[in-house]
T-cell receptor, first 115, second 114 residues
Framework: DAGITQSPRHKVTETGTPVTLRCHQT?????MYWYRQDPGHGLRLIHY???????DKGEVSDGYSVSRSKTEDFLLTLESATSSQTSVYFC??????????????FGSGTRLTVV | QQQVKQSPQSLIVQKGGISIINCAYE??????FPWYQQFPGKGPALLIA?????SEKKEGRFTISFNKSAKQFSLHIMDSQPGDSATYFC?????????????FGIGTKLQVIP
C-alpha cells in the first residue's frame, strides 16, 4: 500500500521468543495504529500512537508493547510470543485535516505464526 | 462487548445482483461511519464513508444508507461483479481530538458468482 509498509510479511516463531514487527510510513501522519485480525473478531486495536514517544493501549494490549522513536516508524513487540498471538497484524495510519476525516490507510499486513 | 454488529458474516450473490450488508451501532457519539474493502492477502482499504447528518451517500455502484434514529447503516453494492468478491468491514469512529477511536464490525465475506 502506498505510503505504508510492514515488515516482515510473514514470520514463524517459537513460543516464548520475542518478536518485533515494523511499520514504516512516508506520509508524515501523526497517528499510527496496530491491529490484529482474527476470524470472528474482525479488527481489534492493540496499541496506537499520537506522536513520537506518545503511545496508548487499545482493547487487546496484553502481551504487546510498542515504541515510536520517529514519526515514520511504529514498532510492535511481542515480549514472549504465545500461540494465542498467532494472527495477521495490520498497521494503519490516519490524519485529520480540519473537519475532514480521511479514515485509515492500512499496510499489507504481517502474518505471524507462533508454534 | 460488540459495539458495531455486522451481518451477514457471509454472502453469496449472483453477478448483476444487489449485495446488502447491514450494521448496527449502540454509541450515539460515533460521528463517522466508513466501510472498508479487503481482498485476500491485502490490508483493508477505505471504500466509502458517511457522517450521521446525511441519510445516503453514493459513489458509483456503492451506496451507504444511514438511519440515525434506528442506529443502523448499510452498504448496497449494485450490479455486483465477481471483482467485488472481498471481505467488507463496517466501522464507526469518534474523533477524540484528532485520534480516531474506531470500532470495526466482524466483517462480511462476499462472493459474487458468475
Amino acid at each position: 500500500d502506498a505510503g505504508i509498509t510492514q515488515s516482515p510479511r510473514h514470520k514463524v516463531t517459537e513460543t516464548g521468543t520475542p518478536v518485533t514487527l515494523r511499520c514504516h510510513q512516508t506520509e508524515n501522519h501523526r497517528y499510527m495504529y496496530w491491529y490484529r485480525q482474527d476470524p470472528g473478531h474482525g479488527l481489534r486495536l492493540i496499541h496506537y500512537s499520537y506522536g513520537v514517544k506518545d503511545t496508548d493501549k487499545g482493547e487487546v494490549s496484553d502481551g504487546y508493547s510498542v515504541s515510536r522513536s520517529k514519526t515514520e516508524d511504529f514498532l510492535l513487540t511481542l515480549e514472549s510470543a504465545t500461540s494465542s498471538q498467532t494472527s495477521v497484524y495490520f498497521c494503519a495510519i490516519s490524519e485529520l485535516s480540519g473537519q475532514t476525516n480521511y479514515g485509515y490507510t492500512f499496510g499489507s499486513g504481517t502474518r505471524l505464526t507462533v508454534v | 462487548q460488540q459495539q458495531v454488529k455486522q451481518s451477514p458474516q457471509s454472502l453469496i450473490v449472483q453477478k448483476g445482483g444487489i449485495s446488502i450488508i447491514n450494521c448496527a451501532y449502540e454509541n450515539t457519539a460515533f460521528d463517522y461511519f466508513p466501510w472498508y474493502q479487503q481482498f485476500p492477502g491485502k490490508g483493508p482499504a477505505l471504500l466509502i464513508a458517511i457522517r450521521p447528518d446525511v441519510s445516503e451517500k453514493k459513489e458509483g455502484r456503492f451506496t451507504i444508507s444511514f438511519n440515525k434514529s434506528a442506529k443502523q447503516f448499510s452498504l448496497h453494492i449494485m450490479d455486483s461483479q465477481p471483482g467485488d468478491s472481498a471481505t467488507y468491514f463496517c466501522a464507526a469512529s469518534i474523533d477524540s481530538g484528532g485520534y480516531q477511536k474506531v470500532t470495526f464490525g466482524i466483517g462480511t465475506k462476499l462472493q459474487v458468482i458468475p
